[in-house]
Each structure stands twice: as structure tokens, then as C-alpha cells.
């Protein structure tokens, strides 16, 4: 492979290599835009995991609370999710 290859290799490969127009201002654009984005998806991250942990904690009160209940409680307790759930999807 002689030098005239690998600089027609080079030029060719050159638009997906440089970064940027030499002022940069695009690059830095670009690169703000990314930042925010990152920003805002760590934030997200930090909000679902508050969720789980909420939904982790009202689960262990639930079962706590659901130890003295009785087999008639618990029908109670089904046939009102299935009322709510019902209304719920009708209302969606």
C-alpha cells in the first residue's frame, strides 16, 4: 500500500474523524446538549429509585398490616381492587 493510498484512506476518512468545524462552536453545542440530557436522566434515575423505595416500604406496612386479617377481610379487600381496577380502566 503506497502513500497515495493511504492519504486517499485518510481524506476519505477524515469527515467522520474531525471533530467540529475549527471554531467549535457547534461541538460545544452538542456537547452542552448532552450534558443537560445526562443532568436531567440522573435525576429521573434518582426519582425512580425514590419510588421503589416508597413502594418497597408501603408494601412491607401492607404486610405487616394484612397478618391479623381475616379470609373475610381479604375477599373484601379483593372485591374492592376489582371494583376499583374496574373504574379505573373504564375512566382511562
Known sequence: MGVENL????????PSIVVGNGNGAETKKRVD????????????NVAVENLSTNKRTV?????????GLTTE????????????????????
Open 33 to 44: 446538549l448532552l450534558e443537560e440530557e445526562n443532568l436531567r436522566l440522573k435525576e429521573l
Open 59 to 67: 408494601l412491607k406496612e401492607i404486610a405487616q398490616d394484612a397478618e
Open 7 to 14: 492519504r486517499d484512506i485518510y481524506q476519505r476518512a477524515m
Open 73 to 92: 377481610d381479604l375477599k373484601l379487600l379483593k372485591q374492592m381492587a376489582l371494583e376499583f381496577a374496574g373504574k379505573k380502566k373504564r375512566t382511562q
